[in-house]
Each structure stands twice: as structure tokens, then as C-alpha cells.
């Protein structure tokens, strides 16, 4: 009786940490695919990104005959080194309620965050820096 209770608790244990690594890794999708296309929550904007060197562009899909439609490019150079790019290292994080968003690379961690409010170039694609401990 005491094995089985050992083997059941040592089974829901196991299930209670798979869930909350399912968890964890929800927060940023990563694609196996080398051209990947996000949709603004916020906007109708779509944006294209490169998922082995960040580069990205806007896709803006007019509505009616007199809107701007097209694609904008925001980062046309490689993040990184052509010997560290593979595919899914870089993903986009939106933010439901906001016309900013994060480029992150999922190898190391850096992140850029990108305004959608304003005409895109380099000035509106900020590296973000760590916060000190002391703020």
C-alpha cells in the first residue's frame, strides 16, 4: 500500500511540474520557420519578421482604396552573426493594449522595443537596456 501511495504521489508530482513548464513556455511562441507573420492586437497592422536574424518589416493591408497599404521596412539588418541565426531565435511579444512592442531574442535574451504609433526607422527601434537593481 505504501509503494502505491509512493508511485501516485511521485505521478502527481511529475504532472504538476509538466504543467507548469507548459505554462512558462506559452508566454513567447517560437516558429520553425525562417519568415514568420504577427497581427497587432492593438492596430490593423501586420508585421513580418525574420526569425533567424530579426529582421522586420510592416505589412499594412489597406481597407479602402485611399488608405496607405504596403510594407515598410523597420530593420533591414541582421541582429546577429550569420554563424549564430537559426530558426525561431527571434520572436515578437505584443502587448494587448499598447502600439509598442518587443522584439526579444530567445537565445540571449536582448530585447527592442518597437513603437507602431510612429513612422518607422531606426530612431523608433530602441535596444532595451537591463534595469539597475536600485531601480
Avoid at 511521485?10 to 512558462?24: D, P, W, Y
Avoid at 539588418?77 to 494587448?96: I, S, T, W
Wanted: glycine share 4%; with cysteine; charged share 15%.
Amino acid at each position: 500500500m505504501k509503494r502505491i501511495m509512493i508511485v501516485m504521489l511521485l505521478f502527481v508530482s511529475m504532472a504538476c511540474s509538466a504543467q507548469s513548464q507548459i505554462q512558462l513556455d506559452s508566454l513567447i511562441q517560437t516558429y520553425n520557420t525562417t519568415w514568420h507573420l504577427y497581427k497587432s492586437p492593438s492596430t490593423s497592422l501586420f508585421f513580418s519578421l525574420n526569425t533567424c536574424t530579426g529582421e522586420l518589416k510592416q505589412v499594412s493591408l489597406g481597407t479602402t482604396l485611399s488608405s496607405r497599404r504596403g510594407i515598410t521596412v523597420i530593420n533591414a539588418r541582421p541582429l546577429v552573426p550569420a554563424e549564430a541565426q537559426y530558426k525561431g531565435r527571434f520572436a515578437l511579444v505584443f502587448h494587448p493594449s499598447s502600439h509598442a512592442f518587443v522584439l526579444f531574442d530567445t537565445e540571449d535574451g536582448r530585447a527592442w522595443e518597437i513603437s507602431s504609433r510612429k513612422t518607422f526607422s531606426l530612431d523608433y527601434h530602441y535596444q532595451m537596456s537591463p534595469l539597475s537593481e536600485s531601480e
